[in-house]
């Protein structure tokens, strides 16, 4: 089962906030820390790894979403939302974490970027889910070409809050464009020429790497990692995979693996893990780039590309 982050009242949230911050408004100097930093708050992981590269020593990034915890379904706490208030910016995507938006709303409407605006590509596939809902895959990140758009956005706004550092955080910005620009590249080179394009996954956050390589996703749950797949999408899904001689499953992690598993076991299949880089786990070591490079892996592996 998923971890789920510490749940606090709504209604709590904005007492604790003024409680703890002894205001009713933002703050408005852009270089208040006491180190000149520019305060960071970042919605969960990979828009903190984007800040944290982009902005280098100009920053001071801190993530909403602790390692470990499913950022889905995240509650804040009246001290998150005081950090929210006062940072000089909040990065988020909108839709993805509701109680993010809510504190974003009423906290810092005019200090906060949804980075999935404007994004270079998007997921056709994020129309149809397998809960039979339509609906926007807020997973933008895992297309190396959105998450350089995010660095670019990011590094813009930086630049207007800190013009003194415009020199050091457009080293940083192109460094960044840069490695998701290899990125990109080696997975358009190890993804050219496979076996299967079927991507059969636990959960569909995968819509936007399935459709910057050609692969096509296949949910065997929708867009809500907590929805459980119906009896019939179970068979639909495990139809597929003896169709189309599918030879692996992927289970996400922070996700219990035991209904990819199960169809895994029914079909004659196999399971992998593939990373949606949500978050990190406790204690992990490896990083954006290290992890979408596991991931490309693994995917080589799984699809049986050449």
Known sequence: MRQRARLVPAALLVAGTLALTGCTGPTTDATSASDGTLDIVAAFYPLAYAAEAVGGDAVSVTSLTPPGAEPHDIELSAAQVAEISQADLVLYIRGFQPAVDEAVDQQAADRAIDVAAGLSRRAASSADTADGQSAEDPHVWLDPANMSSIGDVIATR??????GTSSSIAAASTAFDD????????????LASCASTDLVVSHEAF?????AYGLTQVGISGLSPEAEPSPARLREVADLIETRGVTT?????LVDPKVAETIAAETGATTAVLDPLEGLPPGAEGDYLSI???NLATLVTGQGCQ
Do not use: H, K, Q, V
């Open 292 to 294: 979408m490079r596991e």
């Open 158 to 163: 930086l630049t207007e809050l800190s013009p």
């Open 207 to 211: 819509g936007y790497l399935a459709d």
């Open 179 to 190: 490695s998701m620009t290899a990125l990109d590249a080696e997975f358009g080179s190890g």
């Open 249 to 253: 499953i992927y289970y996400e992690t």
